[in-house]
């Protein structure tokens, strides 16, 4: 039980932090050069996560739970702030006291991921370790809609002349927001008792569309690294959306297998 937490509050920090460093950086490249306070802080935070990156070299699974515990506490802080500085970016975009290239969507959208990062290492310290089955429609849901967003954003920031990929982003846009809505209408009515049969449909479909999507996502990252498609999308933008696909992908394995055990 010991080594399972220390296992898996690394593999979590692990991954979000790497994220939540690259939205410090998607952010500073957005604001415009008179924005310097606001750049100043989000390189604040990607100081903060390589640090946190640092620290987490030095842990293996045969660490101490109790400094493992701690460490999460530290790193909560992290997600908890860098939530907070995303949110008052947000707040002022949409009060139009600043005007930059960073979509309110999609500060939005990496403020929902760090708020998602912080509770998940309050749930480990909590003990919950592995996904509980009445967990699965709402933690599809979070994930969905963010395959949805990203669904959007690549299809805003390709050239419009590449037509057949901004067609194919606007199809799989569509594909994620219906699946969120079916998502929700399945745990409106989800009944009290036998579960699985829905939960596992639930789950093989969600997995599908998700593969695909990770399969576009991995081809758009191949075309902008060698430079074959005319977009305003960073490569490290595109690497980072596909590692959220194959992370979500890890997520629905998790909860097949749980299924299967209960």
Request: charged share 25%; glycine share 2%.
């Amino acid at each position: 039980m010991a080594n399972q937490f220390v296992a898996r509050s690394l593999d979590e920090i692990q991954f979000w932090s790497r994220i939540m460093k690259e939205h410090a950086l998607f952010l500073s490249l957005g604001f415009t050069h008179d924005q310097k306070q606001l750049i100043e802080e989000a390189q604040q935070f990607i100081t903060v996560f390589e640090r946190i990156e640092e620290q987490l070299s030095k842990f293996t699974v045969n660490s101490d739970p109790q400094q493992i515990q701690s460490f999460n506490n530290q790193v909560y802080q992290a997600a908890a702030s860098i939530w907070s500085y995303k949110r008052k970016v947000l707040g002022l975009t949409l009060r139009c006291e600043i005007r930059s290239n960073n979509y309110p969507l999609l500060v939005d959208h990496i403020s929902r991921e760090a708020a998602y990062f912080a509770n998940r290492l309050k749930e480990l310290n909590e003990g919950k370790l592995t996904p509980l089955p009445e967990a699965i429609i709402g933690e599809n849901v979070f994930f969905l809609k963010i395959m949805a967003d990203h669904a959007k954003f690549i299809g805003h920031l390709l050239d419009p002349s590449e037509r057949k990929l901004v067609e194919q982003a606007r199809e799989f846009s569509h594909d994620f927001d219906q699946l969120v809505f079916q998502a929700i209408d399945l745990d409106s009515m989800r009944p009290q008792s036998e579960t699985r049969p829905l939960l596992d449909q639930f789950l093989d479909q969600n997995k599908v569309s998700v593969v695909s999507l990770r399969d576009f996502k991995k081809t758009a990252r191949e075309l902008i690294e060698a430079c074959r498609i005319k977009s305003n999308i960073h490569p490290l933008l595109a690497d980072h959306t596909f590692r959220e696909a194959e992370r979500f992908i890890e997520i629905i394995d998790l909860f097949e297998a749980k299924l299967k055990n209960n």
